[in-house]
């Protein structure tokens, strides 16, 4: 296997600690307990490809985690070996920016076991996946554009649509989930741009717009540069940054400030 290239961060892919990753990804409150004696209970391949990228836990405190190099989904139990339940396809000749390579990024799961994935590969590939609970391939149901980078991956379950953050475009796009599996994938439009999701000029970096999380069907918290900028969905205001001439009506959907993280 090809030795793997070295990129700045994505979502995670900086720890093979899924305990650790898991926590991240949940931020804490005054309420919530404080952090104690942390583990780390998986440990992976890196020269085969199982560099974790995101995670997604299931009810039973099992894991989903994306492999980004192996294009792979896996599900992580105690005592047990990593199980593949996906492998998004090959592709031939990856253009993706920032690694080059065809990579898995952000996941989330529903309540009936589905699960969504981001791939970037710089072909028509790219977009969002979908797997579905005791199938072992994966459907693509949104195709993004091919210089972008889908990175983190939110569910608004209650909304039903999906929220991808584009690394490179400065992009935040809506997806929606019930995608008719025999009409092929839906191009989505952009739900939030502006300067303050577009990346660092050089050299602070390569990434824009990173993870992501919907808070209770209340608003969108996009991580970006150290900063969270929060989207809240019931708010009327222009994106801060967007072009007016590029489209990008105010709507009730769109209203971006940032507050240190």
């Given amino acids: 296997m090809p030795r793997l290239p070295r990129f700045p961060r994505l979502v995670g892919i900086a720890t093979a600690a899924v305990a650790l990753a898991a926590l991240a990804s949940a931020p804490t409150s005054a309420q919530e307990p404080t952090l104690t004696d942390p583990r780390v209970v998986e440990h992976f391949d890196f020269a ?7 995670i997604a836990l299931e009810p039973d405190g099992s894991a989903n985690v994306t492999f980004a190099f192996a ?19 090959a592709v031939a000749n990856p253009d993706t920016p920032i690694v080059g390579a065809a990579v898995t990024t952000g996941i989330a799961r529903a309540h009936d076991g589905t699960l969504y994935v981001n791939y970037a590969t710089g072909t028509e590939l790219t977009g969002v996946w979908r797997i579905r609970p005791h199938h072992r391939s994966a459907q693509q149901i949104a195709c993004l ?14 909304r039903g649509v ?14 929606p989930t019930n995608v008719d599996p025999g009409r092929g994938c839906v191009k989505p439009k952009a739900w939030a741009t502006g300067s303050e999701l577009q ?12 993870g992501l999380q919907v808070r209770h069907g209340a608003g969108v918290g996009v991580e970006h540069r150290q900063e969270v900028v929060a989207a809240h969905p019931r708010e009327a205001e222009r994106v801060r940054g967007a072009d007016p001439d590029q489209g990008h009506r105010p709507d ?5 400030h940032l507050r240190r993280a």
Avoid: C, K, M
Wanted: no cysteine; hydrophobic share 35%; glycine share 8%.
């Fill in 145 to 158: 554009p091919t210089n972008g980078f889908p990175n983190g991956l939110a569910l608004d379950e209650q």
């Fill in 252 to 256: 009730r959907h769109r209203r971006l």
């Fill in 48 to 54: 085969a490809g199982q560099t974790p990228e995101s």
């Fill in 71 to 89: 294009r792979q989904v896996a599900r992580l139990s105690p005592h047990h070996e990593p199980r593949i339940l996906a492998e998004l396809p």
């Fill in 199 to 210: 990346p660092a000029a050089p050299p602070a970096g390569l990434i824009g717009a990173n």
């Fill in 162 to 175: 999906l929220y991808a953050a584009d690394s490179t475009r400065g992009t935040v796009w809506r997806v």
